[in-house]
């Protein structure tokens, strides 16, 4: 009978922290290469509109910046300026090498900065134009949204409360109570009023993960792995509830610069998705006692049906975690931030594999 170890994809059956360090030295080794080209117009990695006098100040750190080639626009209407359009958001695109090992409507992700109070009305135009239907949030907040605190402030409004926006955008939280749990599950409702009384109102899912230190990571795996199952059942119901006729966007994944624990939600994200349509074989139970992740929906409907050749193959010698980050690297700066947070994307694939066998 085959050991444990011998079930996981091959890249985690001899896992340590000495190999892994050396990778994540070398995609630091790229970053700072590409960080020279920062303030060449030519280079698609140049920061000059976020760094330009009108929108420096809608960023909440000024060494983590958007990339001229991935940076998100907002549009409003009538208005040319930069910085109606800016905000401080990089599009997590399909890692080439990945293509043909996730679903073809993979949306992938929106890497963004905690919102600042100035740029929540930005956040929200965001989120309505990008069609998301998935929020992430992986800090710990103020409850002051009027002043700017040292990480992040809350930019969703209270329980049974509505923000009113703009006078063409208004966001609900339908809960009826507010939890200080460390996992919090809201459910929002995003509508546009200027549409009229039957226009479409978007049912938003927003998890909000306050156990994850900055620069750090949890003591475990399973919050996180709950999270993803979570996120996965709660798409599931909501194509059930629509006759599978909802197109989900890309996830908008923040923390407070959107880069470290964003960028290790991304890649864990990723690798599952990637282990799921390839149909590896041996994925773990979802923790907490939850049912399957679709719930007996699939969100992909044809899991690994036409898998081209160059589709990843858990017995070869592929790591998708290496694979994903190399690429989402080159879409924001300082995804995944630390060694520390590159070997926990690690552990928790491989939990999510073997957890308890």
Wanted: proline share 6%.
């Amino acid at each position: 009978m085959a050991s444990s170890a011998a079930l996981l994809p091959s890249f985690l059956r001899r896992l340590s922290i000495q190999p892994q360090i050396k990778l994540f030295n070398h995609l630091n080794q790229l970053e700072r290469q590409r960080a020279q080209s920062a303030l060449s117009p030519e280079s698609p990695f140049n920061v000059l509109q976020a760094t330009h006098r009108t929108t420096k100040d809608l960023n909440r750190y000024n060494d983590i910046l958007p990339y001229m080639h991935s940076r998100i626009l907002v549009n409003h209407p009538g208005q040319q300026q930069l910085s109606a359009s800016y905000i401080n958001a990089s599009r997590i695109t399909t890692p080439p090498r990945l293509r043909s090992s996730l679903p073809q409507d993979w949306q992938g992700y929106i890497a963004t900065q905690a919102p600042l109070p100035h740029t929540q009305a930005q956040f929200w135009r965001m989120i309505d134009q990008q069609n998301v239907h998935v929020i992430v949030c992986l800090t710990p907040v103020s409850q002051d949204r009027s002043k700017r605190a040292q990480k992040a402030e809350r930019y969703w409004p209270r329980a049974g409360e509505t923000d009113e926006l703009d006078a063409d955008l208004f966001v609900r939280n339908l809960d009826e109570m507010d939890s200080e749990d460390q996992i919090v599950y809201r459910q929002l409702e995003l509508w546009n009023p200027s549409i009229g009384p039957s226009g479409l109102r978007r049912q938003i899912l927003l998890v909000h993960y306050q156990g994850w230190p900055d620069h750090g990571v949890p003591t475990q795996t399973m919050d996180l792995r709950d999270i993803l199952y979570r996120i996965r059942a709660w798409k599931a119901e909501q194509q059930r509830q629509h006759q599978q006729q909802i197109n989900f966007g890309p996830i908008a994944v923040n923390c407070s610069a959107g880069c470290g624990r964003t960028g290790t939600f991304c890649v864990v994200d990723t690798a599952l998705s990637v282990l799921e349509h390839t149909r590896y074989p041996y994925l773990a139970p979802p923790p907490n006692g939850q049912s399957s992740s679709t719930n007996g929906v699939q969100i992909d409907a044809d899991p690994g049906v036409g898998l081209q050749g160059d589709a990843y193959d858990w017995n070869g010698n592929r790591d998708i975690i290496f694979e994903a980050l190399s690429s989402f690297r080159e879409e924001r700066m300082l995804m995944v931030q630390t060694a520390a947070q590159y070997y926990f994307c690690y552990e928790v694939v491989r939990d999510l594999c073997l957890k308890d066998r």
